[in-house]
Every structure is written in C-alpha cells, then in structure tokens.
C-alpha cells in the first residue's frame, strides 16, 4: 500500500502563489501515475494534473499555463506549483497515486490539503 501526505495548502491572495507538496510512502519509481486532483464545494473532483514516472504530464486546461506538476525521485515526492491563483481555484486538493499490476489497479489518495484563494 501507498501512504500520501499532502501539504503547503493554505490561504493566498488572488495573484499569488502556493506549492504543494505530496510525499510517498514507498519510491515514486514504482508508482506509474501521480497527480493532483480538486474538489470544490457543489462541484465533482476533477483532475487537476498528473504526471507519469516516465516525466509524462497532463493538465487540466483550467491551469495550464498557470500550474507545473513536478516530482523528486529522490524524496518520493510530487510537487504542484500554483501561480496566478484565483478564487475559483479555492478547493481542496488531493494526491492521488495508480499503480498498475498485472489486470489490477490500485489507487490511494491523500487527506487532502486546504487552498482557499481570497482577499
């Protein structure tokens, strides 16, 4: 199994900027996908951006231009840059980890971390 902790949520200002970061409990090398995904109250989850260990990356067209999804092999961990912020980017955000063995999936997901975006 996969243990993910998020962090670096919190409350910015509209323009600003925020980092989070979701840390792996095992290598990300054995994880073939990570991401980050958001749910805001009254609306589903929606993909945010996600990013393969081959370095493959996906963007919801929501952020592209704004958010980078990035990862360090070395301390299990994926990061999500966050620019440009706006109220309609306030939800929480959750880590998502998929590994594919054999004909099974497994997917894991964080606690989810706080972005609220506000002036």
């Known amino acids: 199994q996969v243990q993910l902790v998020e962090s670096g949520g919190g409350l910015v200002k509209p323009g600003g900027s925020l980092r989070l970061s979701c840390a792996a409990s095992?290598?990300?090398?054995?994880?073939?996908?990570m991401g980050w995904y958001r749910q805001a109250p009254g609306k589903q989850r929606e993909l945010v951006a996600a990013?393969?260990?081959?370095?493959?990356?996906n963007y919801a067209d929501s952020v592209k231009g704004g958010f980078t999804i990035s990862r360090d092999n070395a301390k299990n961990t994926v990061y999500l840059q966050m620019n440009s912020l706006k109220p309609e980017d306030t939800a929480v955000y959750y880590c998502?980890?998929?590994?594919?063995?054999?004909?099974?999936?497994?997917?894991?997901w964080g606690q989810g971390t706080q972005v609220t975006v506000s002036s």
């Open positions: 095992r290598n990300i090398f054995s994880i073939d996908a």
């Open positions: 990013i393969t260990n081959d370095g493959s990356t």
């Open positions: 998502n980890a998929r590994l594919h063995r054999g004909i099974t999936e497994y997917i894991y």
